[in-house]
């Protein structure tokens, strides 16, 4: 087929693929797994190219993480620690919100997004059931608040890493730069949360004092159904974060690490494998991989950095090029995975290098690449695998019910982060 053929035909799967997911008329990973199915039967996408494109990295990753969770939530871990926070919160709706967002922001600097929002969504939906409040807002608040603190470090998201590893940026560099953002962010959309789904906040002073009493009759140590495998969770826990944090050091992926946590707590816990493997997200595994095959004949065409390259030709000095760039990756993030995007948009960046100072831009790829995940129920993973844990418990929210508050999240934190690029680095 001619190439034009080709890249019309990767277009129109995307779309199509794209409205049936919009539409919910068919189950989202059916619709991104048909689309797959379609490039690669018609070859956009050559099937020896498939571990390219697949994201290995995330996939083992949540799979590794979602088994070390299952097998730990079978000793009453996520609630021994939901009432604690609940008590700490003392019946208040508003601090059990802002306790949550800033845990998660803050774990999700440091550790992957769908990590942190793995080992705190169990929770958030116990305490929100203690509490008989509406889960959605809580929910939606820990979404943005991972993505937006995986924006403040180097090792918070794979864009800022691509990203620091071609600039040969620093892991300081990126802490002071994204992490000032990122905390007037993290606020900024508390407070929308907070003024969207204000009713649900409030609580009046005779059911607060029904739901503290509530709270304070629970005992954290009698939700523990097993001790030995509470302990053998705990330690395994702590033992995959501290070897998130030290893996650079010995060459090994996240992946790798969150496997053979997995593979030791199951060893160790002796626990039936059949039984931990089916409450594994599949159908969230399932939908990654038809999206970043998607996703891949956009690549393969030339798709993504065609429109790139159109985009960078109408901008004119560094200014120009820092909201260019902001805005298209965030809006370009809300719709296809961050990763390739950043792939497409860094040898572009360099090639400006010769006429303005690309300095600044480096920071505003980051922020639109992390930030505009935010804006729709599939534009990042921490999105995608928060609403599969939230369906399976029965909490629906639809992808339009994320994307009257996601867009308005994602453009305001991004205005916001953009404004502070702009006053740091061009001028008022």
């Known amino acids: 087929m001619e190439q034009t053929l080709i890249t019309g035909i990767a277009v129109a799967v995307f779309l199509f693929t794209y409205a049936l997911i919009i539409s919910e008329r068919v189950h989202r990973t059916v619709a991104a797994l048909f689309g797959a199915a379609v490039v690669l039967f018609l070859k956009i996408v050559p099937w020896e190219k498939l571990p390219e494109y697949l994201d290995l990295d995330t996939i083992f990753l949540l799979i590794g993480m979602m088994i070390i969770v299952n097998t730990a939530r079978e000793s009453g871990l996520f609630e021994f620690i939901a009432i604690k926070t609940a008590k700490f919160a003392r019946g208040s709706p508003m601090r059990v919100l802002l306790l949550f967002s800033v845990v998660t922001a803050l774990i999700s600097s440091v550790l992957d997004n769908v990590t942190t929002v793995l080992l705190l969504t169990p929770m958030l939906l116990y305490i929100t059931r203690l509490m008989d409040v509406n889960p959605i807002p809580f929910l939606l608040a820990e979404i943005f608040a991972s993505n937006i603190g995986g924006t403040a470090t180097l090792i918070g998201d794979p864009p800022n890493i691509m990203i620091g590893s071609a600039a040969d940026l620093s892991f300081n560099e990126f802490l002071l730069n994204m992490g000032p953002i990122a905390l007037v962010d993290l606020f900024v959309s508390l407070a929308i949360i907070y003024l969207t789904y204000r009713s649900a906040m409030m609580v009046s002073e005779d059911k607060k004092r029904r739901i503290l009493s509530t709270i304070d009759e629970l005992r954290e140590t009698e939700v523990i159904r097993d001790y030995s495998l509470f302990r053998k969770s705990v330690t395994v826990i702590l033992a995959v974060v501290v070897l998130f944090f030290l893996h650079d050091r010995f060459g090994l992926p996240p992946a790798v690490v969150a496997w053979v946590g997995a593979a030791t707590l199951l060893i160790w816990s002796r626990m039936e494998p059949d039984e931990i493997l089916e409450k594994v997200e599949w159908t969230a595994i399932f939908f990654f991989a038809g999206l970043f095959i998607l996703v891949g004949a956009l690549v393969e065409t030339g798709v993504i950095d065609g429109v790139a390259k159109w985009l960078l030709g109408y901008v004119n000095g560094t200014g120009e090029a820092l909201v260019a760039i902001t805005w298209f990756s965030a809006?370009?993030?809300?719709?296809?995975?961050?990763?390739?995007?950043?792939?497409?948009?860094?040898?572009?960046?360099?090639?400006?290098?010769?006429?303005?100072?690309?300095?600044?831009?480096?920071?505003?790829?980051?922020?639109?690449?992390?930030?505009?995940?935010?804006?729709?129920?599939?534009?990042?993973?921490?999105?995608?695998?928060?609403?599969?844990?939230?369906?399976?418990?029965?909490v629906k929210i639809t992808f339009m019910d994320f994307l009257k508050v996601g867009t308005v999240i994602m453009f305001t934190t991004v205005a916001v982060g953009m404004g502070i690029l702009w006053v740091r680095y061009i001028g008022v």
Request: proline share 5%; hydrophobic share 55%; with cysteine.
């Open 331 to 394: 809006v370009a993030s809300a719709v296809v995975d961050n990763i390739p995007l950043t792939a497409a948009m860094i040898p572009l960046i360099k090639a400006m290098g010769s006429t303005m100072n690309i300095y600044p831009l480096w920071w505003a790829l980051s922020l639109g690449a992390c930030l505009g995940g935010n804006g729709t129920a599939i534009g990042a993973s921490a999105n995608v695998v928060v609403l599969g844990i939230a369906a399976r418990e029965g």
